[in-house]
């Protein structure tokens, strides 16, 4: 475990490019108009930037140094845990403190468009964190794919799955009904029960792939 531990203190360390960006989006993003997206939800940007650099940079860094990749892995699931909840608490304070400020302009915060205020912020904040780490574990499971030939199949495929499902009205409610079970979903316990569900998948395969990956 010190190992690991070790590990996520050098993940979050090296990670600061992508805090610096999105406390720059954050705090510089302007909106004109009636309607503008909460300045809370740029924090967003945080768990779209770190697996970039998880996947990148530090796993060829940490190698080198000597770390092996089940410490890695474990220590790339903790720091997405970790910055979840971060993200996940910034949000929510901004949406409680920040947004009410705007009294001119309605403020459009992602936590009511997918419904989490419904069940009260404490529970909208769980479900807001859970749906940040199903972000990080997909985006790392996907970006460690691309050096081999099934991440490359995973991404026609993925891309298949949008032009084809998006046209077809058929197809386009089932891709809505998907969305609506990880995202959209004011049913805490099932859309928390379901993102858990997925990262769990995800972590499986990410982990496979990690084994099969090299320097």
């Excluded at 298949?160 to 077809?168: D, G, H, K, Q, S």
């Excluded at 379901?194 to 990956?213: D, N």
């Amino acid at each position: 475990m010190t190992a690991i531990f070790a590990i996520v203190k050098r993940l979050l360390a090296s990670n600061k490019i992508s805090f610096i960006l999105t406390a720059l989006v954050v705090l510089c993003a302007t909106s004109s108009g009636n309607v503008i997206l909460s300045k809370g939800n740029y924090s967003w940007l945080l768990a779209v930037l770190t697996p970039f650099f998880f996947v990148f940079y530090d796993f060829t860094k940490l190698m080198h140094l000597g770390a092996s990749k089940k410490d890695y892995y474990f220590g790339c699931l903790i720091s997405y845990g970790f910055l979840a909840f971060c993200i996940s608490l910034v949000n929510t304070a901004i949406h409680l403190w920040i947004d009410p400020i705007y009294s001119a302009q309605t403020v459009i915060n992602m936590m009511d468009v997918c419904e989490w205020t419904e069940n009260g912020m404490i529970v909208a904040g769980l479900q807001q964190m859970f749906f940040l780490l199903l972000v990080m574990v997909f985006l790392h499971a996907l970006l460690s794919m691309q050096a081999h030939w099934y991440g490359w199949l995973t991404d026609a495929v993925f891309v298949a799955i949008i032009c084809i499902f998006t046209p077809l009205a058929p197809l386009r409610t089932i891709l809505a009904g998907f969305f609506q079970m990880i995202m959209l979903n004011n049913n805490a316990v099932l859309h928390i029960c379901i993102c858990l569900l997925l990262s769990a998948a995800l972590s499986l395969a990410g982990l496979v792939v990690l084994k099969r990956k090299t320097l």
